[in-house]
């Protein structure tokens, strides 16, 4: 009588040759984690692939997971060119996996879908709630008149469903904002920060900047909303005051081009470098563990696990005062907060960052504390006790270890 935990994260996993699957390391740490620590099965319903992608390269654990496989897809306009088929295998997921409770992670593509099929059948379901699809469309470059109308209208269509099924569904949202945004009347929501963090990946240090040039540091897709344009204009600023500031940009997007150009025009020869999506971890914390200063620049953000990353490996952080982030960083406290697309702020705050020892000292101690509070154990033990009190179901009285 092993419990099955059903995951709709719409994240995509690739299948190898062999039958093996690899998936996106959020999702993989997360699954790897949840068969160290309890003994239940994960049915994760997830797009798949069987052409290598570089950023589908975390194994799923062998042992207790099995994967539901839906029609590939990476984005809502990809799901929407295989939606027939798609809906279809979705509607038939609680009919072919019998699942004891259900998780939908939102936003996903027709995620609502499911979520109607699993009240039909009676399998109690929850909601993790972990963007703003309407906020994010309606401050995206990268879509511009009629696209950009009906791709908002679309998503205020998907909102408002959503908000009538949390009416009757348990949820939680991983930020304040995204709670304060998805509250339905009468009910306020609880709020779980999500976290990928393991024990490996922290780095203790008392202090960075102690050498030229300080390198600083951004980790994210290289899209539109998370602004790295304003990052490169606030470098440059520095540099023209006579300050050494090297970048490092991890990852990669469609603004990777436009961004190279950018950096060009702003920045000196050889101060900035562009590394790429990286798939290795021992390669990630390396940059971690190099960089003196973290930056996160978004304009739209659900809660930025990379400012967590970043303060694991005890890395001062500034970020923008958006979404999710003043839940991680308490400006002054445990990082820097700036407005959006200010480059004069940006390059103020990580200025007082490079001088002010005494403030650079506190921020990486409180942005450690912080780190300690948010790993991916402790939120999914969080997700456990969410589970067996809102839906009644409890899935780790078999706890495989503590």
Not at 197 to 214: I, K, M, W, Y
Not at 323 to 333: A, K, N, T
Not at 368 to 395: K, N, P, S, W
Request: aromatic share 10%; proline share 5%.
């Amino acid at each position: 009588n092993m419990k099955r935990l059903g995951m709709y994260y719409a994240t995509a996993c690739y299948r190898d040759e062999q039958g093996r699957y690899f998936t996106s390391g959020g999702l993989g740490r997360y699954l790897q984690v949840l068969n160290a620590r309890y003994s239940f099965e994960v049915v994760l319903a997830a797009p798949v692939t069987t052409q290598p992608l570089d950023h589908l390269c975390f194994p799923l654990p062998v042992a207790r997971v099995r994967v539901y496989e839906l029609p590939y897809f990476e984005t809502f306009l990809g799901a929407m060119k295989v939606r027939h088929w798609l809906l279809q295998r979705l509607r038939g997921f609680v009919h072919h996996e019998s699942v004891h409770v259900l998780w939908l992670r939102y936003p996903g593509a027709y995620g609502t879908a499911l979520w109607r099929e699993a009240k039909r059948m009676g399998v109690p379901v929850f909601y993790e709630l972990v963007g703003d699809p309407v906020g994010l469309l309606s401050a995206s470059g990268q879509l511009s008149g009629w696209k950009r109308l009906i791709a908002v209208a679309v998503a205020r269509w998907h909102e408002y469903i959503l908000k009538q099924q949390l009416r009757q569904t348990p949820a939680f949202a991983i930020s304040t904002a995204l709670a304060e945004h998805y509250a339905v009347p009468n009910a306020g929501l609880p709020v779980i920060a999500v976290s990928t963090l393991l024990q490996a990946d922290f780095f203790q240090r008392e202090d960075t900047c102690q050498a030229t040039p300080v390198n600083v540091l951004f980790v994210g897709v290289l899209r539109h909303e998370k602004s790295v344009d304003t990052l490169i204009q606030a470098v440059g600023l520095l540099q023209q005051r006579n300050q050494p500031v090297h970048l490092h940009v991890v990852g990669d997007g469609p603004e990777r081009a436009n961004l190279e150009r950018e950096a060009l025009r702003c920045l000196q020869p050889n101060t900035v470098h562009f590394h790429g999506f990286q798939t290795d971890p021992a390669m990630l914390h390396r940059f971690y563990v190099n960089a003196d200063l973290f930056v996160l620049c978004s304009v739209s953000e659900g809660l930025g696990r990379v400012v967590l990353e970043a303060m694991a490996r005890g890395v001062p952080v500034v970020a923008t005062r958006v979404g999710g982030i003043p839940d991680l960083v308490r400006d002054g406290e445990t990082g820097l907060l700036v407005p959006p697309r200010d480059p004069e702020a940006l390059a103020h705050a990580m200025d007082r960052i490079i001088h002010d020892e005494g403030l650079r000292r506190r921020l990486i101690a409180s942005g450690y504390c912080v780190a300690e509070r948010h790993t991916a154990e402790r939120f999914l033990d969080d997700v456990m006790q969410f589970i067996a009190t809102h839906t009644g179901i409890d899935l780790v009285t078999q706890k495989v270890q503590s």
